[in-house]
């Protein structure tokens, strides 16, 4: 019982874990839209976490940091992402800090995939093809006589 409370305690005190790649709110007021670059972004920040799925000229910086709970899960104490947004030509056009509050939830559909085929199961597809072969027509199972009269001998035969 003793191990038990004592291992709750260090769980509490467990350190903060940073995750990602943190941008410092000095740091990005450096960047200014309408005049710095891609070259200038990545010098400062580093490259970006992610790009736009549909469009690389969203680079997406994304950082959390997490703490073990109890039970060894961990915990994410904070969440931040900054999102560059540049032109054509490579030059700053937004930048946009989102934090915890800003994110959704996302519903997860938990549903099974169909996979073409036959609606066998398991053990019908593991036991359908039984007796269904023959070593007849594998190369090198047995070998016919000379002078092609069709009787099959076997090695040493």
Known sequence: ???LGLSAC???DAPHQLRGNRVDADVIKELV???SSRADATSLLGSPTA???????TW???SETTRTRVGRLPGITAQDVTVLTFDQAG???DVKRLNQDDSMNVAVVSRATPSPGSEASFL???LGNVGKFSTGGVPGSARTAPGGSGAVT???L
Do not use: E, H, W
Request: proline fraction near 7%; glycine fraction near 14%; hydrophobic fraction near 40%.
């Open 124 to 126: 019908q597809q593991l």
């Open 51 to 57: 790009k736009g799925t549909f469009d690389d000229n």
């Open 10 to 12: 260090s769980a509490i």
């Open 1 to 3: 019982m003793f191990l």
């Open 154 to 156: 076997g090695p040493g």
């Open 33 to 35: 839209p309408g005049t």
């Open 91 to 93: 030059v700053l056009r």
């Open 60 to 62: 997406i910086y994304i």
